[in-house]
């Protein structure tokens, strides 16, 4: 944290007066720099830049005294050092912190209080948008998500990382969970953007198809029979047969998408476009019965 320095005046004051005529002079160079006044937010060091200067802020950067982390997850890893919600950021400096993030800073976002409890403004702002997840310290007060850029305009100081990691920083820190894959696979597309299908991110690599599979499930009255020579329902049958195939797909290829249609005398769509990973059985299958004396139309 740097200090201001106030320098004293030069101007002797006349004998038996209490003070000099006209202002103070630290100098007698009327070229004198005076240092423009404004303290970066995170870590109070001053801008280098002439006083009255336009554009932005500039200075060298320092230690965060003045910020504390905040997360959704209990621990925070900067580079080889660990952390917990509300540790001061002391150890760690403006310009070196965002590069020390998992994954070099990929996709992080700063946070900011949200300017309103109901209606966030902020969704349609550049390089903003009102949280998907809750973080603490304060879970339930809301807060705003805030792109690596946005966040340098907000408060107006220039930006002190390279321009490879800025276009690292706008980048999306989903990885791709293809078995093969090493971790440093992440979606390929820029920081936020919209779904190519629901849930989905893009990956240039090549993995095996992606399928969406639809489920047509006889939920009749017939299906609360008994197979021949079993105790096993028809319907019993069936969600052990969807099990085996679900879990197929799943050790095949990670991402396919699924629908399921019931039907005895008319049919309903139970999910559609869900990704495979749901655990089906226990969100819908479990709760449907084979329905008492209707059949199929």
């Known amino acids: 944290y740097a200090e201001p320095i106030f320098k004293k005046c030069i101007i002797k004051i006349p004998a038996f007066k209490k003070q000099h005529e006209g202002l103070h002079k630290h100098s007698l160079d009327n ?42 997850s209990t621990e925070i890893q900067v580079g080889d050092r660990k952390y917990v919600v509300s540790d001061q950021t002391s150890a760690e400096y403006c310009n070196m912190f965002c590069a020390n993030l998992p994954a070099s800073g990929r996709g992080h976002a700063h946070l900011s209080y949200c300017n309103s409890r109901e209606n966030c403004s902020n969704n349609s702002i550049d390089g903003v948008r009102h949280q998907i997840k809750q973080y603490h310290p304060e879970p339930n007060r809301p807060k ?120 005895d005398s008319c049919a309903e769509i139970i999910t559609k476009f869900e990704e495979i990973k749901t655990d089906f059985n226990q969100k819908y299958l479990n709760q449907i019965k084979p329905s008492n004396n209707i059949g199929t139309s």
Not at 155 to 179: A, H
């Open 144 to 263: 705003d998500e805030i792109t690596h850029q946005r966040f340098w305009q907000n408060i107006n100081f220039e930006d002190p990382y390279s321009n490879d990691q800025k276009q690292t920083f706008k980048q999306c820190n989903i990885q791709c969970k293809w078995k093969e894959h090493n971790d440093d696979h992440f979606c390929t597309g820029e920081l936020w953007h919209q779904p190519l299908l629901p849930g989905g991110h893009i990956c240039n690599e090549k993995h095996p198809s992606r399928y969406h599979l639809i489920f047509i499930l006889d939920c009749s009255y017939s299906m609360s029979k008994c197979l021949s020579e079993s105790k096993e329902t028809r319907w019993q049958s069936v969600l052990k047969a969807f099990d085996s195939f679900i879990n197929t797909r799943k050790q095949e290829s990670f991402d396919d998408l699924i629908s399921i249609i019931k039907f």
């Open 31 to 72: 070229n004198v720099k005076h240092i423009c006044p404004v303290q970066c937010p995170m870590c109070g060091y001053f801008c280098e830049y002439s006083i009255g200067h336009g554009g932005k802020h500039k200075t060298r950067h320092g230690s965060m005294q003045n910020t504390r982390f905040a997360s959704n």
